[in-house]
């Protein structure tokens, strides 16, 4: 049996010398990293651009909340559940190809979603829009390791990081304020222009990466797809009133047991959808840990410190300028972190900045069990929280990347799965931690999520890889 990693060299020609060639050859440039990053923009931005104008979407189709949430976790559904499948077509039908579709496939449904004359049929446009921005990931992070070698991958792998975090950021404020002065059908209309400008320089900039005929594995592709779906939809539900417990539990149950199907399956094919033990392997495992506990952080912390400043008064002006000090650092960090990552070492860079973010999520909970902590003061320690993602989401995506399970494109999505996963996790556990202990508890349930991702870095022995070029 073959391993995708083999699969992958055989259809690129040798994987490590085919990156680079695209080196040689022009395809690593700075426009080709530009045009990979609209995508890495347009779907981030689209997971969060209708949180903030979800009340004037509810009001204008006079629809109650119970429904109108399917607005934001139709997107989130099946943008998250079927990142592995859309990897695993990348690495058949070629990446480039995909990444193309799906830029194209975000505009359309841009349009669809801004134009949508009912409720259900904005929902269906979302989740459509879910589906398309499901492969960027999976294809951008692909294509940058094809694409780029050595120090350079680290550095494209920083500026990929960084906007992830600029897409978070502007994310909700922008549909917030695009609403407020246009209505809420434009806020989508900014993700056309930004997609077709990467369509665009894709086909200019970014080399053909070549497909490869593999085998399908069916039920394993449906029962990671399906179980995925069900714990997210089981998570996304959690906080909604009028959803019953029964039915969180049963979602939950059903896909985790869909989960465990999916691995003991893998485990026996021939031909697996994913080769479980390469998911296992010490360097993705530790960046799937550590991406997961960096995205719970996150998740919670952009949700619980808004309800917080804003429940003791503060403007949502307020509270949106205090929270901004976790994107920014983010952004401002992450190019560094990718040019000098591999001379300090990838592992102890990312150990670092989970040790910054141990320390930062503990001192939000405390900062958060005082009365009268200053808005400043909070924005000090997200600024902490957002240094420790920066040291984390780079080398932890530079690991995903170097390891054999990330040299498929469904081992990739596996990755993006662990990611948004925690992501939702993370916001889930907002709406429980808040119900059971306040705020502290929010943050204090971080601070564990972050101490296992810690302890999980340590697990295993350290891959042997060659001295940076």
Known sequence: MRTPARNFDDATADGPRAAHD?????GGTPLALAALLAGTLVGTVGNNVVNVPLAAILDDFDAPLSSGVFVVVGFLLTFTATM???????????????YCAALLGTAVCAVGAATAPSLPLLIAWRSLGGVAAAAFAPAVMGLISWMYSGRRRGRAVGAWASVNGLGQAIGPTMGGVVADMWGWRWVFVPLIPVALAGFAATLRHIPAYPGQRMPFDVAGAFALTVGSGLLVLALAVIPQPGVPVWAVLAAFATGLAALI???????????????VGLLVESRFARSSVAGFAQMFCLGATLLAVPLYLTGRGFSSSVAGLVVFAVPAAMVLLGPLVGRWMDRLRPRRVLRTGLIVLLVAQGALTALVAREGTAPTVLAVGLAVTGIGIALVQTPAATGATRSPAGEGGAGLGVYNLMRFGGSALGAAWVAVGLGIAGFPAVFAASTVVIALGLAGSFVGPDPQVPAPR
């Not at 592995?84 to 995909?98: H, N, Q, T, V």
């Not at 199907?261 to 021939?270: D, G, P, Q, V």
């Open 22 to 26: 695209a080196d040689e050859d022009g």
């Open 261 to 275: 199907w999916f691995a003991r399956h893998c485990a026996r094919a021939a031909h697996p959808f994913v080769v």
């Open 84 to 98: 592995p499948l859309a990897g695993w077509i990348g690495d058949r039908f070629g990446r480039r190809r995909i």
